[in-house]
């Protein structure tokens, strides 16, 4: 059974600092998700990594995959308040039309001013 | 464009009720996928159809179950609810193959 664990499970972090989350999954995949919650809403779509070593960046956030490594990585630049939410990453277990998202635990992030 | 909706937005019923939750996919999307997300938890997998097919199955008891129509739309029915079932249900679409899932806004439910 597939296995998806993130840590730290909570960060809390001032304003300014870079820190990085990490994701960890027990088989193999090569498409893993990103996202974003806030309390109380629903899944904002922040990456989608579809091959070993792809990295991809958006503001003060990127993210990388190392799929032999079978580890994703999340980190933060210069952190702002508005950064503070719930994060999630996803291996996705299917293929072709069929997709199958497992969620890891989430990191929730705390940006002190 | 709008997005994924889902209906209604929130829902409290007693245990041994039955629940309808709707999902509506973003237009030209054919895939939709349900989740379950408990409190303080990740998203857990229920159910993924395709083409009015269902193309997966998550880890829940036969009380859940779900269809796709001919418009893609989507229902999630649940019988005989249990104060575990107390959830936000997420609803999600996407175009088949290695695409981002867009997530709708969910449907809290309560289970008294």
């Known amino acids: 059974e597939l296995k998806v664990e993130q840590n730290p499970l909570f960060l809390s972090m001032q304003e300014g600092k870079n820190y990085t989350i990490y994701c960890n999954y027990s088989?193999?995949?090569?498409?893993l998700y990103w996202y974003r919650q806030d309390p109380g809403k629903s899944l904002e779509s922040l990456f989608v990594?579809?091959?070993?070593?792809a990295v991809k960046q958006e503001g003060r956030l990127m993210a990388s995959l190392d799929t032999k490594a079978r580890l994703s990585t999340l980190h933060i630049t210069a952190a702002v308040h508005d950064l503070s939410a719930t994060y999630f990453c996803?291996?996705?277990?299917?293929?072709?039309?069929?997709?199958?998202?497992?969620f890891g635990t989430g990191t929730l992030l705390a940006v002190q001013p | 464009d709008a997005g994924v909706t889902q209906s209604p937005t929130h829902l409290i019923k007693t245990r041994g009720q039955h629940v309808t939750l709707r999902c509506s996919p973003i237009?030209?999307?054919?895939?939709v996928s349900w989740y379950q997300q408990v409190l303080g938890q990740g998203p857990q997998f229920i159910f993924q159809?395709?083409?009015?097919?269902?193309?997966g199955r998550g880890n829940f008891p036969d009380r859940f179950s779900a269809r796709q129509f001919p418009n893609y739309s989507s229902e999630l029915n649940v019988n005989a609810l249990l104060l575990g079932d107390s959830a936000l249900y997420l609803c999600?679409?996407?175009?088949?193959?290695?695409?981002?899932?867009?997530f709708g806004p969910g449907t809290r439910l309560t289970v008294t």
């Open positions: 088989t193999t995949s090569d498409r």
């Open positions: 990594l579809l091959s070993n070593g």
């Open positions: 159809y395709y083409e009015k097919e269902e193309r």
């Open positions: 999600a679409s996407r175009l088949p193959g290695p695409y981002e899932q867009y």
């Open positions: 996803a291996v996705d277990m299917g293929g072709g039309a069929t997709n199958k998202l497992i």
């Open positions: 237009s030209g999307h054919k895939s």
